[in-house]
């Protein structure tokens, strides 16, 4: 068990719908990362949070926008899905959030998101 | 071009052998780091190993260790005394710290070992 929590574990929706994927890091961990697994596309990164505030940005599409709330969980919101959306969403937390210090990193067990 | 190669979809270990899992990149930032994941097929992923550009040792964590060589732009995973646990995607991944952090992700090495 790594500490990090993602909840659902499964969603199942329609094209045009809205999801939100939520995610709890680590206790002491201030920074999250959201990725996105899928066949066609592989692993992707989507965005990392550090503290409250965006720090990176990586391939996340407009209709995806993500936060990170002051007691540290986090969201990604998705948006008029779409069937290339169905992926495997994994969340992971560390304690730093750039250069320096340790960086390792705790995935949670991923959202499993199919679009129909 | 591709910013992670992992040229080897497949490989076979014997048990308690060592196997080396290449990884190259492509960056002109200075900066960055490189990671190695492990994904079963139970779908977890786990972290291995980081190497930051600017360090002068290779990285080692118990029996994962990271050949970096960086005039070649090469970061393989060395796993030693392979075990049947270790039978797992692997994927190799870097971040560039002066280009928007971003990561890339290689396409990922199917590891099996063999008792």
């Known amino acids: 068990d790594s500490g990090v929590t993602q909840t659902p574990k499964h969603l199942i929706t329609a094209t045009g719908q809205r999801v939100t994927l939520r995610c709890s890091p680590r206790s002491g961990d201030l920074s999250v990362y959201w990725y996105q697994q899928s066949l066609d596309q592989g692993l992707q990164f989507l965005i990392q949070?550090?503290?409250?505030?965006?720090?990176a940005k990586g391939n996340i599409l407009e209709r995806f926008s993500a936060q990170q709330f002051p007691d540290l969980h986090s969201e990604l919101n998705l948006s008029s899905l779409e069937l290339g959306d169905s992926a495997l969403y994994f969340c992971?937390?560390?304690?730093?959030?750039?250069?320096?210090?340790?960086?390792?990193?705790?995935f949670g067990p991923g959202t499993r998101l199919t679009v129909t | 071009a591709q910013k992670i190669t992992q040229t080897q979809p497949g490989m076979f270990v014997q048990e308690k052998e060592a196997v080396t899992l290449d990884c190259t990149y492509d960056t002109s930032d200075q900066s960055y780091g490189l990671f190695w994941y492990k994904q079963p097929s139970s779908g977890e992923m786990i972290f291995l190993i980081y190497?930051?550009?600017?360090?002068?040792q290779n990285a080692t964590e118990g029996r994962y260790s990271l050949n970096f060589q960086k005039a070649r732009k090469s970061a393989n995973l060395v796993i030693s005394a392979s075990q049947l646990g270790d039978s797992a995607m692997y994927f190799c991944?870097?971040?560039?710290?002066?280009?928007?952090?971003?990561?890339?992700f290689g396409t990922g090495t199917s590891l099996t070992v063999i008792p």
């Open positions: 991944a870097m971040r560039e710290m002066n280009t928007g952090n971003q990561f890339y």
């Open positions: 190497q930051g550009s600017y360090d002068e």
């Open positions: 949070y550090y503290n409250g505030e965006e720090r």
């Open positions: 992971a937390s560390s304690v730093g959030g750039l250069a320096g210090g340790s960086h390792e990193q705790y």
